[in-house]
């Protein structure tokens, strides 16, 4: 039973250098989430997937974040210049909206 | 205000307590209710989901929404030291977006 997989699961990066994180869902899932997740708060939405395409993106995902699903498998999330700011769990899901299954995160801090 | 509001705790129960976890809402277009349970540094996990109102048990767990009060609960008999966690409650009125809750720790001591 595979679960989603997230690489790297920390991230260590100093302000104004750009990172990527990757996200392999549930295999036979379509729709693929990224959240982040601050101490002490829940996770909030970042973007969607509905197999390759990016259907909705969160006002929290200013212009240094991107993210691309190509062929509609596995997922990659990139901040660019990164900013102290950023520092944060980052959360990929995948599976309906009300069965979203989480990977394990990859937590990211900018010194 | 947030949409989702969410007691932070930590609720420290002893071992085989009833353990009550509740969420508010404002947002009365939300049709999908769900708690997560996360244990530190780990990401979250599905207990259960419940569409609209109504109440869903599996197994030590039960979930309940109250739609016209806006007040979801998640019940936990017979709590154990595993059940230790943060527990999250999580809404959605689409096809793709949940709002999470702040969480609420829980501490069983043995």
């Known amino acids: 039973d595979t679960g989603v997989s997230q690489n790297p699961r920390h991230k260590i990066t100093k302000r104004g250098q750009n990172v990527t994180f990757r996200c392999d869902p549930i295999?036979?899932?379509?729709?693929l989430y990224w959240y982040r997740q601050t101490l002490g708060q829940g996770p909030e939405f970042l973007t969607y997937?509905?197999?390759?395409?990016?259907?909705?993106k969160s006002r929290l995902l200013s212009d240094r974040f991107s993210a691309e699903r190509p062929k509609g498998s596995f997922s990659t999330l990139e901040i660019q210049r990164t900013e102290q700011g950023d520092s944060a769990m980052y959360l990929c899901?995948?599976?309906?909206?009300?069965?979203?299954?989480f990977g394990p995160g990859t937590r990211l801090t900018v010194t | 205000q947030k949409e989702v509001e969410q007691d932070p705790g930590p609720l420290s129960v002893p071992e085989g307590a009833i353990v009550s976890l509740n969420c508010t809402y404002s947002?009365?277009?939300?049709?999908?209710f769900m708690w997560y349970r996360q244990y530190s540094r780990k990401g979250p996990e599905l207990l259960m989901y419940?569409?609209?109102?109504g109440n869903k048990e599996d197994g030590r767990f039960t979930a309940q929404v109250d739609k016209s009060s806006k007040y979801i609960s998640l019940f936990i008999r017979d709590s154990q030291p595993s059940d230790s966690a943060t527990y999250l409650c999580?809404?959605?009125?689409?096809?793709?977006?949940?709002?999470f809750g702040s969480g609420t720790r829980l501490l069983v001591r043995p």
């Open positions: 899901a995948s599976g309906d909206v009300h069965e979203q299954y």
């Open positions: 999580a809404m959605s009125e689409s096809s793709y977006k949940l709002i």
């Open positions: 295999s036979e899932h379509n729709r």
């Open positions: 947002n009365s277009a939300f049709q999908y």
């Open positions: 997937f509905q197999n390759e395409a990016q259907l909705e």
């Open positions: 419940t569409y609209s109102s």
